[in-house]
Every structure is written in structure tokens, then in C-alpha cells.
């Protein structure tokens, strides 16, 4: 796990724009880490045009097992992302008598719900070891 933080720490350092896959091949092509011991997850375009690639790296451990992964964000759109929006969310029963607590309690079980599909996604993503 400590090498996993070292790791982190140096990519989250790093001064210059550098594509994630360059820095995973390189940490592969240097026996720095396993297949198995890194995850991608994609935050949106939104910050591109004045942020790096990666955006964090940090170590993460999802309970599934004493497995420390190595956790690239990336300012990039995820195949998640790439989806309309009324496929993976249901309507909701959208009225104008809505007040803003309702609002606002359907907006935070509607981000609860995307984070949750995310991880699923970019747990599927590492199963395959496909980096859509």
C-alpha cells in the first residue's frame, strides 16, 4: 500500500499534462504496479480545457477484499456519461407544484444513484480491463 501512495503522490505532482494511458503503460512496463491494481474513473470534460488529463490519483480499498487499488480521475466523459439520460435514470413525476426541498431531494438521490453507477461501471471497466 505504500508504494501505491508513493505512486500516487508522484502522479498527482507531476507538472505536466500527461495522458493517463502513457502513465499506466509506463507503471506496467515497469513492473510498478499489476493489471489488477489500478481503476479509471472519468469526471466529465467540464474542466478539460484548463486541467490535466488526471485530475487526482489517490489509493482506494472498495472492501471487496485487502486489495489497495491505484485510482486515476480523469477529465474525460465515460461511456456513462456517453448515455441518454432516461436510460439510466427513471423520469420522475416532474409537476410544477414542486417545492425546492423536493427538488433538492430528488437531485441528491439522483447523484447517490450516479455515483453507484459509476463505480459499477468502472468496477466492470477493471474486470475486463477495457479503458473506455
Partial sequence: ME??????????????DIR???LINNLLKNDDIRESQYIISKE??????????????DVVDYDLDSTH?????LSRDSFYDMLPENLTHTP?????EKDADRMVKEYQIQK?????????????RMKYSVMV
Fill in 44 to 57: 466529465g470534460q467540464f474542466s478539460r480545457a484548463y486541467r490535466f488529463d488526471v485530475l487526482d490519483a
Fill in 20 to 22: 493517463a494511458e502513457v
Fill in 92 to 96: 420522475r413525476n416532474d409537476s410544477p
Fill in 112 to 124: 447517490s444513484n450516479r455515483r453507484r453507477q459509476e463505480l459499477f461501471s468502472s468496477l466492470l
Fill in 69 to 73: 487499488l491505484l485510482k486515476l480521475e
Fill in 3 to 16: 508504494k501505491l501512495n508513493n505512486l500516487a503522490k508522484q502522479i498527482t505532482s507531476l507538472k505536466h
